[in-house]
């Protein structure tokens, strides 16, 4: 039997869990979407609010300086699909 604290915890690591998977689902598509790139690239993903987020594309190596090369604002679904996106998330072609 769990105690309070132990099921508090435990709620909280399965809400964790969760987040973690919705986000790296959207970096999935994200990057899909966005296609093969010359640099390496880096999706980050926040939660602002219920099914919105921030996602920032990232290029070059955490060792070279990395800059933002593009930024989204996105709505997805309860399983991590994207729903809309502003601007619109396309291939970027080729970042050098």
Known sequence: ML???QKREHDQNLQRQQRDALQARIEQQVIQRLGEADVPRNVQVRRLWD???RVNV???TPAMTSR???SYFVE???DGQIVESNPEIASLGRVC
């Open 58 to 60: 990232l290029v070059g």
């Open 51 to 53: 099914d919105h987020y």
């Open 3 to 5: 105690t309070k604290k």
């Open 76 to 78: 997805a679904d309860s």
């Open 68 to 70: 933002v090369s593009n």
